[in-house]
């Protein structure tokens, strides 16, 4: 396995697979892996020759008041998870090495972005969409890896590959969860054992809202209510928001008659957390 810093050599690497007629899949990920990003790199591993995993924790993509500074990072961690899972390249650039002094070029997905997590993290999704963008310029991967965890960035990077006949194939994959149902996220390290143990209140409101959905109920007004009642009940958990949106234009619905994503960011202490399902009408 080869761990590069700089844009010039993966260019290379990549040229000599593509030479050698070898596919190549693309797991993008700001590293401290967890099951999440295995299972991304396991179907990587299936679908294609070569996997390249990309760790950039990227400065665009972070808001001044979030956790850049403090985004847990174990690089050496992180090559043994990589190599265990048989990638054949770690790309691990720096902030220089990926932005130069003049760097003043952005990608933009309107519309996708103004909703859920897009309200809340202005910039977000420009930073997210800017550096994929220039991921998949270096790599040239036929498949990229994303998680549904990170849904609306799932949808909002999909927008992105159709709308600018980017020619990459984006393959989504399931969450993954602990065993009490809590999503897989690099984000769970920063809880305290009673923050951990509170976390589990948004798989339990999915859980609940699963239920209803089951016996018949279809208002989002009186599912989205008994959700916020059980996290609310959750003294550490402050929900940010909990929304039920139409999963291709994400805007929000009434009803669930349509393929609905329900999307949700709760804060447990300090640290948001996000979960989400889909109902398939
Ligand atoms: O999902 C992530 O970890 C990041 O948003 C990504 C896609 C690697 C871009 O920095």
């Given at each position: 396995m080869k761990v590069i810093t700089t844009i010039d050599e993966v260019r290379d690497q990549v040229k000599a697979w593509r030479n050698n007629g070898e596919s190549i899949g693309l797991v993008p990920t700001m590293g401290y892996l967890h099951e999440g990003h295995q299972s991304l790199m396991a179907s990587a591993k299936k679908d294609n020759q070569r996997v390249i995993v990309t760790i950039f924790v990227n400065p665009m993509q972070f808001g001044p008041k979030e956790d850049l500074a403090s985004y847990p990072r174990d690089l050496e961690r992180d090559k043994k998870a990589c190599q265990q899972m048989g990638v054949d390249l770690i790309f691990?650039?720096?902030?220089?090495?990926?932005?130069?002094?003049?760097f003043n070029s952005y990608v933009n997905v309107n519309g996708l972005t103004d909703a859920l997590c897009g309200k809340k993290r202005p910039g977000h999704f420009k930073g997210v969409c800017t550096v994929v963008t220039k991921l998949f310029n270096i790599t040239q991967p036929d498949r990229a890896y994303f998680g549904q965890k990170d849904a609306q960035q799932l949808a909002v990077i999909q927008r992105m590959v159709q709308d600018l006949n980017i020619p990459i194939e984006?393959?989504?994959?399931?969450?993954?969860?602990e065993s009490d149902g809590l999503a897989k996220s690099s984000r769970n390290s920063y809880l305290t054992d009673n923050e951990r143990k509170a976390a589990v209140c948004l798989y339990q409101s999915i859980e609940l809202a699963n239920t209803m959905i089951a016996q018949g109920e279809r208002s989002v007004a009186t599912i989205l209510s008994a959700m916020q009642l059980l996290i609310e009940q959750q003294s550490l958990a402050k929900i940010d928001y909990i929304e039920f949106v139409d999963l291709s234009s994400l805007k929000?619905?009434?009803?669930?008659?349509?393929?609905?994503?329900?999307?949700?960011?709760?804060?447990?202490?300090?640290?948001?957390?996000i979960d989400n399902f889909i109902y398939h009408h």
């Open positions: 691990c650039p720096s902030a220089d090495e990926m932005y130069d002094a003049n984006i393959i989504g994959c399931p969450i993954v969860r929000p619905v009434s009803q669930l008659t349509q393929d609905t994503l329900c999307a949700l960011a709760v804060y447990i202490g300090k640290t948001r957390l």
